[in-house]
Every structure is written in C-alpha cells, then in structure tokens.
C-alpha cells in the first residue's frame, strides 16, 4: 500500500521515485484453561499490539458470503451520497473449542437480524471508538463447536473509517458512486467479520446497484461494480445490475474493495510464465480525460509483461485474475492499495509510476502470504518498496541504479539524529505512524541489508521460498527471520535486532570479497614450506567494522608444522581466526600471510587449507587452496623370493607394479640384518647366493624406488623359510641326499636335486681340508629289497 495522510508525513504518489497459518488460519488468542470444563466465551481480540481491540479468537473464518445492495441518496460536498438498503453478510467459520459466545467487528449500520446455523441468537454491540472497538458480540441458541455459520443482516448509511493517521477508509462516496476500502481495519464499517489479516478465508461478494448512475454534475453513464476474485454472473433486472465476485483464494478482509461508479471495464487476459492463462478485469473511472485514460489502458497492456518479471523474482502468479482499479476519490483515500488481484488506484498518475510495480508486488507480499498482526506490515511494504527498486535497476528488468546504492543513500543522508530512526518497524505499536519511515523506507532498506548480509544466492531464494511454503498463509517476522537462517545457514539474529526490533539508526552492513591463495613447490617435499596469503577485499559502501575469517587448517596440520600465529589471528585447535582491520575502507583489501612446514613423517597426496567469512557480508572468490605432498612410492605387490633357501643357492627377488620409470634398489637381510645392496640388474629380477653364515636363518628382501616427483619409497618380502645346509650329491642308487635342516619338498622354493655321487663325498673331504664351510652328509635310503 502506498497511502498519503498529512503533507507533513506524505508524498504526493504523482512524485514518488523509484525507491518508492495453514490456508485461512487464524492468529488464536489463547484459550482459557476453563474451555474443557465447558463452552466458553470467544476472545474479542486477536492480540494485535497495533489495535488490541480489533479482531476476535475462538474461532477460525472459512468464508465469507457478503450480499448488499446499494443506491445513490444524493449529493454532498461534491460526492454521492448512498445507503445499504438491504445486506447480509454469512460467515462460515469453525469453532476452535465450543463456544457459547463469539464476537465480530462491525462498525456502523442497523442490525436487524442474526441467526446461527440457522437459527435466531441474541447479540449485543459493544463499541468504544475512542479505543477503537466496535464489537458485535453473538450468543446463539445452543453453543456451536466444529464448522457453524452465522449470518447478520443489516443495513442503513455505511460509515467512513477515519484512521489515527487521518486517512479515511470503509465506505466512501466518489463523485459518481462509493467505495469501501479496509486497510488497516476499516473493512469493519463494510461488513462484520473477524477483522485480523491472520484470519483468512475465501469470499463471495454480491452487489446490487443501479446500472446507470450520475456523477454529483447529473452526467449519467453505465454503472458497473469492481470487487475482487472472478466476475461469476452480471444480472439485470430493470434498473439494476447484481454482480456477483467469487474470490476462490485465500484473502485477509483489509484486502476486499467494493468500488461502485460510472467505469470504462477493460476486459482481457495475460498469460504468465508457466504458460497458464488467466483473466484480466480492469476499471477505469469514465470521467476521466482521454489522456488518462490512454496512460490507464497503456499500463494495462503492459501487466503480463511485469507480471512475469516479477514471477522470475517471487514464484508464479498466486492469483486467478488481475487488473486494476482506477477511480477519482475524495482527499482523504488519495492512497493505492493492493486490494487483491486488482489493486486500487486514485488516479491514472499513480497508476502510471512504479506504484503499479510496487503494488503488483504486494499481490505476493502482503497478499498471498500476510502479517499475523499489523506489527509486521513492514515485510510487505519493505519490499514491495525495495522491489521496484531492483526491477528498474540494471541487475533487474531497467538499466537504474543498483539497491545498494539506492537503499545505502537514503540510509546515509538519514541522520542518526533523525526521529525515522526512532520507531522500529517490528516494535510498532502505534497505528497514527503505521505508514511512516521505517514501515516503507527502513523495511526495504531492511531487504537490502539482509540482502548483502546473506548474499545474492541465499536472498532471491528467500523472497521466493516465503511465497512457496507459506503461501495463502500468514506469517510473522519470526517466521521470515527463521527461513533466512534456514536457506543462508548463517545466524542473523545481530543484524535482525539492529533493524527489525531496536531503535536507532542500524549499522550498514560489511560487505567484502575473500580469497586464499599459497605459495609453493608442487609438489611439497619433506622440508619445503608453504605460505598461504588471505585477502579480504572490502566490496561493499562503508568502512569494515565486524568482518571475521575463519581458517580451517585440519588437514594441513597433519602435514605440516605451522611456523608461527599471524599477527591479529589467533589458533584454536585447527581453526586461525583473523579479524579484519577495522576501518578497511571500500575498495581496499586487507591481507593475513602465514607459512608452514612439511613434517617429516608427513603422509602423501592432496589437502586443503580452507577459509571462510564467520560474519555477515562475506562472499568467496577463491577460499579452497589445494596442495600437495609428495607421493611415497610403492609397488602395487610386495616383492617375491625364489629359489631354495639352502646354504649355497641362489635366490631370486622380483618386484613388479612400481610406476613406469621408478629406478629400483635391491637390500638383502638375513633375520631382519642387512647384508648387501646390489643395483637393479638388467633384468626384472635381482639375486643373492646364500652364505653358509645363513644357516638357520630367514632371508628377506627390501626393493627401493627411486622417481622425480616422488618420495622414495621401499617395500619388503616375506622372509623366506629358515635356511637349510647345503644341498649334496646322493649316493649311487640315485637317491637324492641333503645335509641337515632343509626340506627338499618346499614348494616355495625350487626342489632339491638328485642323491650325491661317491666323487661328492671326496669334494667334501677337500673343501673341509681348506677350511671350506659346506658340512657334507650322507644321506641314506634303505632299499626294499623286495
């Protein structure tokens, strides 16, 4: 809504700037505890701290059946006067617990009857305007519980609703025909119902009036009748028009018109983004120029076109109709409003300006997801003002300046002094400045800051996920708070206080750029030294003042020693925190520099150093610097042994599943006890020829690699079994002798060979003349002489 009041605290619309629960859930008082003992009293507030006196509890609004008739009385001060002859408004609701009595607002006119399911039930009418209190208390017959109706008639001279701001609105009578306009509460003067934007509900509106009227000049043209949802039936009968409106989605009653005059209906359709087409009823006063009205019907024209742009920002279209409503009121509605599905305007200037956009906003903002309580209006008006900031910016559907530019001025040139800063906008509790700064001006700069707090991605999914998951619901700012945190993973509540809850003039938010970078070998050998460097660019409009990084340094710490604490950071376990220097002015940067070294023992293969923004404001360019260690080689098997483990044999290594090009070392040990070292051979494998000092003893193998870009590695064998005496000859009768401990059967290793010849046993008695260490024995075989 935009609306003026006095010129003190009110822009003419013609030059306003571009910076201009469940489904029909009600916000429930409590209960007493008394309600299980037996039907109660309905609450006769909704426990609004704006006006505590409007609005009901008990009960849950369904739907709304409003049907009336209306005819001209005269004309006064230049405008119509007119009288309700006959009306009956039905409300179907649902009892939260049995009631024995419930309360409506309805302000004005005559009641003749009231009857619930039904049936007559006593009623009284308790008002008190000075505290804004205009209760129809209804007692039916027999207590209701669960689904009920009730239904009032009435009639008489409708009432103007004069606002605390010194607006007007309910009924009011144009220079041709009325209008009834109910934002904040004075949609009580038009109907009773329960008069809370937490309790919404469906209607169905029916309005008899004459089908030609005259302005207050005698002029005469076709009268029609605009009201919100569908046009369901126009009927004639003689003089009269019945039009008959059906509103099928959810509505809080501050969101009903009834405009009643001598209109110009633009009938049409648009069809939106995802492709489904819906109707268009548009009214323009008829005695308007043909000037404003080509302005009218040009704007209307372009309503698909805005319509599906602002889908990209918000979701689809929540309503089933459009257009818009354009008529010549009295000074005191000179506002538009976002009446549902077609919005209000007092003139074809306002309609011609971004209030268009500002108002087709709120049929998202304030319409398809409401305030709770009149406390948080300033979510809808916030950004239905910040939205036609960004649709005409360059990042939006124009080429103008961009939000934070637009919403950081207006902050500037505020004084802290300034008394905008006084009322903050989710602490108001008075309805006289409810249209005031820090509803409109200070909500949308709200949007900005959290905006550049939370960042680009988690914000436009925020202003469209409030519509997807609540829509046709109301909702408080707690709400709104918590699906930020939900979407961005980042606490606001600093930031929510300082603008939503506490007086003052609120800190414009830190806004930077973060990057991580290191400087190194790659890749990192044992010894080598990385140096990593984080640069906090100042990105935003003021002077850091609260920015924090967060260094995770888990992975490096296993890698490496860190060779000091940066100054102005600090260590905690794995995590470096750095404060920003205070005072980093925009467009400067600020840099933390801190170096480690590789441990000796450190493991191979890639890690990461990563850094974050702790605070608000923060966004990463580059916050992961990968890095790696040395690899440590290895063969993808262990290395083999072959051959016999006797004294005297040759054994064999064999190494395979070393990367293409690895240089291999071979290390011979006997138990565990290094022995020789002999360069790869030509061959995959290398040998080593048992010493008689091996006796008993297990041999093993340690192969050794050697790459550029790695770290040496070595891998070893299993040992072998423990070494056997030399293998000799067998006697004559070819059986194959063995001296000793070794097994001639191991399959491990290569078998033994045939029995020793008697010219063996002489080289056996020459070796043990010269000293020689082989131990000859024979081995003997009985021979079955069968």
């Known amino acids: ?83 309700i002859t006959t009306a009956t408004t039905t409300m179907t609701a649902r009892a939260l617990s049995p009631l024995r009595s419930f309360s409506l607002d309805f302000e004005g006119m005559t009641i003749s009857q009231v009857t619930v399911n039904g049936a007559p039930a006593t009623w009284e009418r308790d008002i008190d305007a000075e505290a804004i209190k205009y209760k129809l208390i209804v007692t039916p017959a027999t207590p209701v519980e669960g689904e009920f109706t009730v239904a009032v008639t009435y009639s008489g001279t409708p009432e103007v609703h004069y606002d605390a701001d010194g607006s007007s609105e309910g009924w009011n009578g144009t220079n041709d025909g009325a209008i009834l306009l109910g934002q904040p509460i004075g949609m009580m003067a038009g109907f009773p119902h329960n008069n809370t934007p937490g309790d919404k509900a469906t209607y169905t509106i029916s309005v008899d009036a ?33 039009w008959v409106w059906r509103q099928d989605k959810q509505m809080a ?36 120029s043909d000037g404003n009205k080509t302005t009218i019907r040009n704007r209307v024209a372009q309503l698909e076109t805005i319509t599906r742009n602002l889908e990209s920002m918000y979701g689809a279209y929540p309503g089933n109709s459009t257009g818009v409503i354009v008529d010549s009121v009295p000074s005191g509605v000179n506002y538009a409003l976002e009446t549902q599905d077609r919005s209000f ?67 500037n040139r505020t004084a802290s002094t300034s008394a905008n800063w006084e009322t903050p906008p989710g602490a108001q509790t008075d ?41 046709g619901q109301s909702r408080t700012g707690a709400d709104l708070k918590a699906l930020a945190e939900e979407l961005s993973g980042r606490d606001i509540t600093a930031l929510w206080n300082d603008w939503i809850l506490e007086p003052g003039k609120p800190a414009w938010p830190d806004k930077l750029s973060l990057t991580l970078t290191d400087a190194a070998a790659d890749p990192l050998a044992i010894g080598d030294t990385v140096t990593y460097t984080v640069s906090a660019a100042n990105t935003g409009l003021v002077p850091l003042a609260s920015s924090v990084v967060t260094v995770d340094l888990s992975q490096l710490l296993t890698r490496a020693t860190l060779d000091a604490v940066p100054a102005g950071a600090t260590l905690d376990g794995n995590t470096l925190t750095w404060t920003v220097p205070v005072g980093t002015a925009p467009a400067a940067a600020a840099n ?55 004294v005297g044999e040759t054994l064999t290594a064999s ?90 059967d191991d399959e491990q290793l290569s078998s033994t060979g045939g029995e020793f010849p008697i010219g063996g046993m002489l080289l056996g008695l020459m070796l043990l003349s010269a000293g020689g260490a082989v131990v000859a024995m024979r081995r003997r075989r009985s021979i079955d002489a069968s």
């Open 253 to 288: 009653s501050e969101l009903a018109v009834i405009a009643i005059g001598r209109f110009d209906v633009i009938e049409g359709s648009i069809t939106l983004a995802d492709g489904r087409s819906i109707p268009s009823w548009s009214f323009m006063d008829s005695g308007l």
């Open 431 to 471: 309805s006289a400045t409810l249209y005031d700064y820090q509803t409109y001006t200070r909500g949308a700069q709200f949007w900005e800051a959290l905006k550049i707090s939370i960042g680009d991605d988690a914000f436009f999914a925020l202003i469209k996920e409030w519509q997807t998951r609540f829509a």
């Open 655 to 744: 190494s395979e599943g070393w990367p293409e090009g690895t240089e291999l070392s071979y290390a011979w040990a006997i138990d565990g006890e290094p022995v020789v070292s002999a360069a790869r051979a030509a061959d995959p494998a290398t040998t080593f020829t048992i010493p008689a000092s091996a006796l008993g003893s297990r041999i093993s193998v340690t192969v050794t690699g050697s790459l550029a870009g790695f770290r040496t590695g070595s891998a070893t064998s299993a040992a072998t079994a423990a070494v056997g005496a030399a293998i000799v000859p067998g006697d004559g009768d070819g059986t194959p002798g063995t001296g000793g401990v070794g097994d001639p």
């Open 345 to 411: 305007f007092p003139s074809a200037g306002s309609v011609n300006g971004n209030t268009l956009i500002h108002e087709l906003v709120h049929q998202w903002y304030g319409d398809n997801v409401a305030p709770t309580t009149w406390t948080d209006i300033w979510i809808g008006e916030g950004m239905a003002t910040w939205g036609p900031t960004h649709y005409n910016s360059a990042a939006g559907f124009g080429s103008g300046t961009s939000t934070e530019q637009t919403y950081y001025n207006s902050w």
């Open 592 to 646: 933390l520099a801190f170096s480690a070294t590789v441990i000796d023992d450190a493991p191979g293969g890639a890690f990461s150093v990563t850094a974050a923004v702790a605070t608000l404001g923060g966004t990463c360019i580059t916050c992961i610097a990968e890095a790696n260690v040395m690899e440590v080689l290895a063969p993808t098997t262990a290395p083999t042994i072959t051959g016999k483990a006797n």
């Open 1 to 83: 809504m935009l609306r003026l009041t006095s010129p003190a605290r009110r822009r003419l619309l013609a030059t306003l700037p571009v910076t201009t629960l469940l489904a029909g859930s009600l916000l429930v008082t409590s209960i007493p505890a008394s309600a299980a003992d037996g039907p109660i009293d309905g609450p006769r507030t909704a426990g609004d701290a704006m006006f505590p006196n409007v609005g009901n509890g008990g009960y849950d609004a369904l739907d709304y059946d409003v049907s009336l008739a209306w005819s001209p009385t005269g004309v006064a001060s230049g405008l119509i006067t007119g009288d």
């Open 210 to 242: 004459p089908s030609v009227l005259a302005n207050a000049s005698g002029v005469t043209g076709t009268a029609a009748v605009a009201s919100n949802g569908e046009l369901q039936s126009k009927t004639v009968a003689g003089d009269r028009t019945t």
